[in-house]
C-alpha cells in the first residue's frame, strides 16, 4: 500500500503541518520516511564489450501456466547493456544456460567474458561453475 501524499494527510490532520510548508512535524513520520543513505555514484564502465557481464535469476514465477518456465536467467553487458534472457524450468538449468552464453560471445563475437558479476546465488556459487569460471579464468 501506498504511502498517503503530503497534501492529503495536510487536509486529513491540518494539525501536522506548519501554514506554509509541506514538512512532517511528528517525529515517527519522520522516522518511517528516512532512508537509508544512496550508494555513491559510480560512472566507471569498462570500454568495449564483454569483459563485464552482470547476471541473475529471477524466479520462481508465482503463477507458471502448465509448469511450464518458471525462472528466468538474464545477461547484460555492461559496456552495450545489450540483455540476454534465457528461459528456465529449473534453477538447475543455470550452468548450462551460462556456458552456452559463454560460447556464444566467443564465437559470435570473438569476445571472452572476464568477469561475471551477479548476487553470488547458489546458482552461480557451485562446484560445476568454479571450476567453469577457474579454466576460463573468469572472476
Same mark, same amino acid.
Given at each position: 500500500?501506498?504511502?498517503?501524499?503530503?497534501?492529503?494527510?495536510?487536509?486529513?490532520?491540518?494539525? *501536522?503541518?506548519?501554514?506554509?510548508?509541506?514538512?512532517? $512535524?511528528? +517525529?515517527?513520520?519522520? =522516522?518511517? $520516511?528516512?532512508? =537509508?543513505?544512496?550508494?555513491?555514484?559510480?560512472?566507471? =564502465?569498462?570500454?568495449?564489450? !564483454?569483459?563485464?557481464?552482470?547476471?541473475?535469476?529471477?524466479?520462481?514465477?508465482?503463477?507458471?501456466?502448465?509448469?511450464?518456465?518458471?525462472?528466468? *536467467? *538474464?545477461?547484460?553487458?555492461?559496456?552495450? =547493456?545489450?540483455?540476454?534472457?534465457?528461459?528456465?524450468?529449473?534453477?538447475?538449468?543455470?550452468?548450462? $544456460?551460462?556456458?552456452?552464453?559463454?560460447?556464444?560471445?566467443?564465437?559470435? !563475437?570473438?569476445? $571472452?567474458?572476464?568477469?561475471?558479476?551477479?548476487?553470488?546465488?547458489? +546458482?552461480?556459487?557451485?562446484?560445476?561453475?568454479? +571450476?567453469?569460471?577457474? +579454466?576460463?579464468?573468469?572472476?
Amino acid at each position: 500500500m501506498d504511502d498517503p501524499s503530503f497534501g492529503y494527510l495536510k487536509i486529513l490532520f491540518p494539525s *501536522l503541518f506548519t501554514s506554509n510548508t509541506e514538512t512532517i $512535524k511528528c +517525529e515517527t513520520c519522520i =522516522r518511517a $520516511k528516512n532512508h =537509508r543513505v544512496t550508494f555513491p555514484p559510480n560512472n566507471n =564502465r569498462v570500454n568495449y564489450a !564483454f569483459p563485464l557481464v552482470h547476471s541473475d535469476v529471477w524466479g520462481p514465477a508465482p503463477d507458471s501456466h502448465n509448469n511450464q518456465f518458471q525462472y528466468f *536467467l *538474464l545477461f547484460v553487458d555492461d559496456f552495450s =547493456r545489450m540483455t540476454w534472457v534465457y528461459f528456465l524450468k529449473y534453477k538447475s538449468e543455470v550452468p548450462d $544456460k551460462f556456458y552456452a552464453f559463454y560460447q556464444m560471445i566467443h564465437t559470435q !563475437f570473438g569476445k $571472452k567474458i572476464q568477469v561475471l558479476r551477479s548476487d553470488n546465488g547458489g +546458482e552461480f556459487v557451485n562446484k560445476s561453475m568454479q +571450476e567453469f569460471f577457474k +579454466e576460463n579464468n573468469i572472476n
